[in-house]
C-alpha cells in the first residue's frame, strides 16, 4: 500500500490540484479500510502524509507554490500534528517503511512550520506533538540513549519557538547521552540534530556543551562539505571563544578541516588568532570592523558582538587593577573603540551588570576605578546583596519603633517633657497602660 501511494502521489502527468485531492482522500479513506487493522489504517495514513510531505519539503526548499499549495500545507501541519500525537508505540515496530514515513512526516511538519507554511498551526502544539513523536521513536528503539530522526525536528521548532525553557530540562533531548541510532535516521537528521542543539545551548550560555556538539557535526565522517558543516564550524568557532576553549580541528573530518584553513573561512580564523594576542581587545575590535557585512551574512553579528564584549570585559579588569583613574579618551583607547562616547557606553553597561567596580565622571572626563572584588559580582549577586540590606532595614526599622514606643511609655521620659501639655499626655498615657 505505501508503494502504491507514493506512486500515485508521484506522477507527475497528473495535475497539482488532483495530486492535493487525493493525498487528502488517502488520509480520510484509511479509517474506512475494509479488513485492516487499526495499526494498518494509521500506518496507510501516514504514507500518504509522508508521500505528501516529501513533495512539499522540495517545493518549500526551492521556493516554489502558490495560495492552493500553501492551503494544503496548512492542512497537511493540522493532519501531521495528529498523526504524531495518535502515533503508538507498537505501530511499525520493527518495520522499516513505517519508520520512514514517521520520520518524513515530521520532517515535513518542521520543515514547513518552521519556513512559514503551516503558521495556521500553533507553535507550541507543533513542539509538543514532535516531542511525542521524539518519544515514540526513542520507545521503539527500547532506549532514550538514541538519536532519531525527530530529534532535529523538535529542536529546530523549539529555537523557532524560543522555548528555551523545554529545551533546559534536566532530562531534556540535550542532556540525554548519545549511544545509538534509531530506524530511519540518515546523515543530514545526526548533522542538523547538532546544528540545531549547539545553537540551543548557545542560546541557554552553556558554552562548552555548545562546542562538543557542533565539533560532532564537523567530525562525522564526509567526503564532501556540506551546508550544514560550513555554518556549524562558524557557531563552533565563536562557541570556543565564548567558552575560553581552545579550537580544535584534529577531530574534524577531511572536508571539514580543510574548510577550517581556507580563505573562505578567514573572518572566523581572524577572530580565534586575535583572541589569542595580549591586546585581544584591540585587536577583535579590528577584526570586527573589517568582517562586519560577514557576520550580519552569516547570522551571527549578535554572537561575534558578545565575544567582543567579553574581550572588553576583560581588558577593563586589567585596567582596574593597574589605575586608580583614567581618561575616557583612553580608556576608549585601550579597549579598542574609536568612539569615546560609544566606550562610555559600554563602561556604563558593565558597571550596571556588576562586572567591573567603577564610577564615570563625565564632568572631568575620566572613569574612576573602586578597590575590591566588587567587578566579579554578577546581576544576581548584586540582587541578592541588596535585599539582604532591604531585610536588614526593615528588622532595624521595627526594633526603632518597638524601642521607641517602650521609652514613650516610661515615667522618667514623660516627666521631662518640654511642656505642660506634652507632660500631662504622656502622664495620662503610662497611667492608661499601666
Not at 557606553?345 to 556588576?354: E, F, S
Not at 567596580?357 to 576605578?369: H, L, N, S, Y
Request: aromatic share 6%; proline share 1%; charged share 30%.
Amino acid at each position: 500500500m505505501d508503494a502504491w501511494t507514493r506512486d500515485a502521489m508521484g506522477r507527475g502527468e497528473k495535475r497539482r490540484g488532483d495530486a492535493a485531492t487525493r493525498w487528502r482522500t488517502f488520509v480520510d479513506d484509511a479509517s474506512e479500510l475494509e479488513g485492516a487493522t487499526e495499526v494498518e489504517r494509521r500506518g496507510f495514513a501516514r504514507a500518504a502524509l509522508a508521500a505528501y510531505a516529501r513533495e512539499a519539503v522540495g517545493r518549500a526548499r526551492e521556493g516554489r507554490g502558490d495560495e492552493d499549495d500553501e492551503a494544503d500545507d496548512e492542512e497537511f501541519a493540522a493532519r501531521a500534528v495528529r498523526a504524531c500525537v495518535e502515533a503508538s508505540i507498537e505501530e511499525g515496530e520493527g518495520e522499516d517503511d513505517d519508520a520512514w514515513d514517521f520520520a518524513d512526516v515530521c520532517r515535513g511538519l518542521s520543515e514547513l512550520w518552521c519556513r512559514g507554511r503551516a503558521r495556521g498551526a500553533d507553535g507550541r502544539t507543533v513542539a509538543e506533538a514532535l516531542g511525542r513523536a521524539r518519544d515514540v521513536a526513542m520507545a521503539r528503539a527500547q532506549s532514550e540513549a538514541v538519536i532519531t530522526p525527530q530529534d532535529a525536528c523538535y529542536l529546530r521548532v523549539c529555537l523557532k519557538l524560543k522555548a528555551y525553557d523545554a529545551l533546559a530540562a534536566s532530562d531534556g533531548i540535550l542532556a540525554a547521552p548519545a549511544m545509538d541510532v534509531a530506524p530511519a535516521l540518515d546523515a543530514t537528521d545526526f548533522l542538523l540534530r547538532c546544528y540545531y542543539g549547539g545553537r540551543a545551548l548557545l542560546a541557554l550560555r552553556r558554552y562548552p556543551e555548545a562546542a562538543r556538539w557542533f565539533q560532532n557535526a564537523l567530525s562525522a565522517p564526509a567526503t564532501a562539505l556540506s551546508a550544514i558543516a560550513v555554518a556549524a564550524y562558524k557557531k563552533y568557532a565563536l562557541a570556543t571563544l565564548l567558552a575560553d576553549a581552545v579550537a580544535d580541528a584534529s577531530t574534524f573530518s577531511a572536508p571539514a578541516k580543510k574548510y577550517s584553513t581556507s580563505r573562505e573561512c578567514d573572518a572566523y580564523a581572524s577572530l580565534l588568532a586575535a583572541a589569542k594576542k595580549r591586546d585581544a581587545a584591540k585587536e577583535l575590535a579590528d577584526v570586527v570592523e573589517r568582517h562586519e557585512a560577514t557576520y550580519e551574512l552569516d547570522g551571527n553579528a549578535g554572537l561575534v558582538a558578545l565575544v567582543r564584549d567579553r574581550a572588553v570585559a576583560a581588558k577593563a579588569r586589567s585596567l582596574a587593577k593597574t589605575y586608580s583613574t583614567l581618561r575616557l579618551g583612553d580608556f576608549a583607547s585601550a579597549i579598542g573603540f574609536s568612539d569615546v562616547e560609544a566606550a562610555e557606553r559600554v563602561l556604563y553597561g558593565m558597571i550596571v551588570r556588576g562586572e567591573i567596580a567603577a564610577r564615570i565622571d563625565g564632568v572631568d572626563g575620566v572613569v574612576r576605578f573602586s578597590e575590591g572584588d566588587e567587578s566579579s559580582a554578577t546581576i544576581e549577586d548584586i540582587a541578592e546583596a541588596l535585599k539582604r540590606g532591604l531585610r536588614a532595614v526593615s528588622v532595624l526599622d521595627a526594633r526603632v519603633r518597638e524601642e521607641s514606643d517602650a521609652l514613650s511609655r516610661h515615667k522618667k521620659f514623660a516627666s521631662h517633657a518640654l511642656t505642660e501639655e506634652r507632660r500631662a499626655a504622656a502622664l495620662a498615657h503610662v497611667e492608661t497602660e499601666s
